[in-house]
DNA sequence: AACATGACCATTA
DNA sequence: GTAATGGCCATGT
């Protein structure tokens, strides 16, 4: 493990994203204070284990859910996003204009 | 130390 | 609307 100080501060922001809304790769990088690397942040998720980060709320650019290994984490992280409030269109996105988390 | 990989973003055509 | 390009940095081998 012996996460950095860049996973914690990302990790501490997810974990301030509030229920009902979500947040994209380079906004969660922006609040933690990394400016373009919001690479860093997907991939901080990605090596995370922590339940108490709603990762879940983490979404990319496009308002789309990233793909991940595992397969069903696709499915799993939308299946909790709506059930918190969180409703897709029918390009199985979310409408960033709406649900995006502002700070 | 070097190389390759990765849940990305913004711009341009 | 899609396609391609550049940039940014941590992790593992």
């Avoid at 922006?30 to 998720?45: C, D, H, I, M, W």
């Avoid at 650019?61 to 991940?68: D, F, L, M, Q």
């Avoid at 696709?74 to 409030?85: N, S, V």
Wanted: hydrophobic share 35%.
């Amino acid at each position: 493990m012996t996460a950095s100080t860049t996973y914690r501060d990302i990790y501490a922001v997810v974990s301030r994203i509030p229920r009902g809304t979500v947040a994209t790769y380079g906004q969660v990088a922006q609040l933690a204070g990394l400016p373009g690397r919001a690479r860093q942040v997907g991939y901080a998720l990605s090596e995370l284990d922590d339940p108490a980060v709603p990762w879940h709320r983490v979404i990319n650019a496009k308002g789309e859910i990233s793909p991940r290994c595992g397969g069903e984490g696709d499915e799993l992280q939308r299946l909790r996003l709506e059930d918190e409030e969180v409703r897709f269109d029918r390009h199985g996105r979310v409408p960033l204009e709406r649900y995006r988390w502002r700070p």
